[in-house]
């Protein structure tokens, strides 16, 4: 019977001693650490708004997101998972990127931001999917631990490869693009070539045609002076009075158009004046509407991103003020755990008194201790020597007591170590729906701050749309101002001509009245065929004018703009540069030739490179470049000081 106790008593003892460290083991197994990702999408170095960032977890989708307008997405992963983060986005190269979170167990509670939030995935052109092809489906990355960092980085040479293919296959279809690009600027140029011969052509024609209009003139013009002359030798007759104050009647005519004429030209010029002056006040309103609209903007994205900022940051004061919570708890649990072994300790010690006071030898007082000292360094390895300090106990009835004290001690520590995963596990969930409010309240802010910008966005570009339909309206009335005068012009002019060409025929009526009925009748027939070959002439050298200058207009404005487009031919093929020519880092270098000046900056890095190039002509037109798109200058000016600043950053962080 006392055997039998005494087994069933090694066995419980045994399990509840076992208790406690099975209860600690589970409160430090739970884990609060996960990898965040915080990345950007980016397409030529700007953010991408509106690509879909999906994430899955072993082979199932867990979460998919949209990239804001910042191009931004956040992620969090559980560690020792293996993940999939796929970006798309249409027309452009869909990327997948691998991720393998298995991570030592020292670390699990660790909460690991990668690449501190600068995590970057950049897009370019793929319509027709051929360079995803060539991806075969593998990731462009493949991301795991690594022990030597402590952290979690890139396979270096597995991303180097998958970037050197890609990179030799653009290449080689941007060669063949500017190939493409230079022969059939070749042939623009030789069909402009060809248009220039067929306009020398059509000018010599057209000198030909003026020449021969110019001596039909001429004729005409002779033939005019040769009847005046004659009609002139028969009008003296009449009168030398008469033809001083006909004489006086055309100076008076004649100065009466050319007042009429600078009249008209005044108004004209001051029209154009006006029409200048207008334009310029609506360009700089709109300058200024553009400028406010663009602050407006600039303020908003400031505003943006000190809200994000300040919730991040409260965020992360906010888990380490949890983190600090916990560890104050994991403190209090050890010090509850050095408290009830000590406890044990102290009954040990007493049990070891009451065995060593009634034990027959010193032997055996010395191999009882030294079993409880084997037991307390390793209760859980070192059974058997349990078993046997066990044994020792058992021989005398004055053990049991000290046996069954050691199992409520370790009872009351084995619901001290219940107590205390509850009180983790409530304040593990407290920490994780603290963070949920967060991130609940994160997203609320940056949806806010979205439909502000969005509502500001859509403001603006309604008043910038308003002032485009005022503008537009000024210019009709303006036009419609300018050729009603213009009219008004014209019609006084004429109805002027028509009251001098009644006076003077009445005048030419009055003073033949006083001629002999036969000079009256053979001067009204002369008077009648002057006027009517003076008015063809008139009339036909007015028209031959104004065709002539509207042909000369013509030629003009085709001369210019077939010139401005051989000259953006020219300027687009100076465009065609290759950047092997130059070093890595900034170059910027000027090159004047016979009839222009090429002002070139070129930026080069490491795997990517960009050349603005601003052309000057002679005749003062003026290009501007980045790469062989054409941009204006305004662009120019912008983007070339941003590349700068971002090769002047890369510079400090190395």
Do not use: C
Not at 290 to 313: F, G, M, P
């Amino acid at each position: 019977m006392i055997l039998k106790l005494i087994k069933l008593l090694k066995i419980k003892f045994g399990i509840l001693l076992l208790l406690p460290i099975l209860f600690f083991v589970d409160a430090f197994a739970q884990t609060g650490g996960y990898l965040q990702i915080r990345g950007i999408v980016q397409k030529d170095d700007k953010a991408l708004e509106g690509a879909k960032v999906v994430l899955s977890k072993n082979g199932a989708v867990a979460q998919s997101v949209i990239s804001a307008a910042n191009g931004t997405f956040i992620f969090k992963l559980d560690y020792n998972q293996k993940y999939n983060l796929a970006i798309t986005k249409t027309g452009l190269i869909s990327k997948t990127i691998e991720f393998d979170t298995k991570i030592p167990d020292d670390q699990v509670d660790v909460i690991i931001d990668f690449y501190g939030g600068k995590f970057k995935v950049d897009l370019f052109d793929d319509s027709e999917g051929k360079y995803e092809s060539k991806l075969g489906g593998k990731p462009v990355a493949k991301i795991s631990y690594n022990k030597t960092y402590e952290d979690f980085d890139y396979d270096a040479e597995y991303s180097k490869k998958i970037k050197d293919d890609l990179d030799a296959a653009r290449k080689s279809d941007e060669a063949d693009a500017r190939a493409k690009e230079k022969a059939r600027l070749d042939s623009v140029n030789k069909a402009w070539n060809d248009s220039l011969a067929l306009k020398k052509q059509r000018e010599a024609g057209l000198a030909g045609q003026r020449a021969a209009a110019e001596a039909a003139a001429k004729a005409k013009a002779d033939s005019i002076a040769k009847v005046q002359a004659d009609e002139k030798a028969k009008a003296d007759a009449l009168a030398k009075a008469d033809a001083e104050k006909t004489r006086q009647e055309q100076l008076a005519r004649k100065k009466s158009e050319s007042d009429s004429i600078a009249k008209v030209q005044a108004d004209e010029k001051a029209k154009a004046d006006a029409d200048a002056k207008e334009k310029a006040l609506i360009a700089a309103r709109e300058k200024s509407a553009r400028d406010s609209a663009a602050k407006a903007d600039a303020e908003q994205k400031r505003i943006a991103l000190a809200t994000k900022q300040k919730a991040e940051a409260d965020s992360i004061a906010k888990v380490k003020e949890e983190a600090r919570l916990k560890a104050d708890a994991a403190a209090k649990e050890r010090a509850l755990a050095v408290a009830a072994e000590k406890a044990k300790q102290d009954s040990i010690s007493k049990a070891q008194a009451d065995a060593k006071a009634r034990a027959d030898a010193d032997a055996k007082a010395q191999s009882i201790a030294a079993a409880k000292e084997k037991i307390r360094q390793d209760s859980i390895t070192k059974a058997e020597a349990e078993k046997t300090r066990l044994a020792e106990f058992a021989r005398k009835k004055a053990e049991e007591d000290s046996i069954a004290k050691v199992v409520a001690d370790a009872k009351v520590k084995a619901d001290a170590a219940a107590k205390a995963q509850a009180i983790a596990e409530a304040k593990e969930k407290a920490r994780r729906d603290s963070l949920d409010q967060v991130e609940i309240e994160r997203k609320r802010l940056v949806m806010i701050a979205k439909q502000k910008a969005d509502a500001d966005s859509t403001a603006k570009a309604e008043i910038l749309a308003k002032n485009k339909a005022d503008a537009e309206a000024r210019a009709q009335v303006i036009a419609a101002e300018r050729e009603k005068v213009r009219q008004d012009s014209i019609a006084r002019v004429e109805e002027e001509t028509k009251v001098r060409a009644k006076a003077e025929a009445d005048v030419r009526a009055k003073l033949m009245a006083d001629s002999t009925a036969r000079a009256q009748i053979e001067e009204s027939k002369r008077q009648e065929e002057r006027k009517k070959i003076v008015n063809d002439s008139l009339v036909k050298a007015k028209q031959d004018s104004i065709s002539f200058a509207l042909a000369e207009k013509r030629a003009l404005a085709d001369s210019v703009s077939k010139a401005k487009t051989l000259a953006a031919i020219e300027a687009k093929k100076v465009a065609l540069v290759d950047d092997k020519d130059y070093p890595e880092g900034l170059t910027e270098e000027t090159k004047t030739e016979a009839n222009k000046t090429i002002y070139r900056t070129v930026i080069k890095k490491k795997d990517s490179s960009v050349i603005f190039q601003k052309i000057v002509y002679g005749w003062g037109g003026v290009y501007y470049f980045k790469n062989t798109a054409s941009i204006s200058e305004n662009t120019y000016t912008l983007e070339i000081k941003k590349a700068k600043d971002t090769l002047d950053k890369d510079k400090e962080i190395k």
